[in-house]
């Protein structure tokens, strides 16, 4: 399974960005579909989570009411649209998928991962 993230950029703050998530070589079937971000010396962190079931999506506290992620399974694709973004947003973001069926937050239970996107946001 490859994953693919696009859509970084740089904005200023209150800015938009729409990152996307492609997923190839899945043979059809679904993943529960996670994005993280890293910033530059710090942890890798969890952003959301979307399954293939009836539950969530879900987001990082942080981020809450600014960031939506969706899926598109007949896409195989991703997004995680991000509104009235901060400085403390900029990082390089990350999507993930985990073989398992519901969303989790842990780094080491998501099996596959794209190569990351940079968000610069400016002050």
């Known amino acids: 399974v490859q994953l693919q993230a696009s859509g970084g950029g740089s904005v200023q703050a209150g800015g938009s960005l729409r990152l996307s998530c492609e997923v190839a070589g899945n043979s059809g079937r679904t993943y529960a579909l996670g994005w993280f971000r890293q910033a530059a010396g710090k942890a890798r962190e969890w952003i959301s989570c979307t399954s293939n079931g009836d539950v969530g999506p879900f987001h990082r506290n942080s981020v809450k009411g600014r960031f939506t992620i969706s899926r598109d399974d007949s896409k195989n694709s991703a997004h995680l649209q991000m509104n009235s973004l901060e400085p403390d947003d900029t990082a390089v973001y990350y999507c993930?998928?985990?073989?398992?069926?519901?969303?989790?937050?842990?780094?080491?239970?998501?099996?596959?991962w794209g190569k990351g996107t940079l968000v610069t946001v400016s002050s």
């Open positions: 993930a998928a985990t073989t398992l069926v519901y969303c989790v937050v842990e780094e080491h239970k998501y099996d596959f």
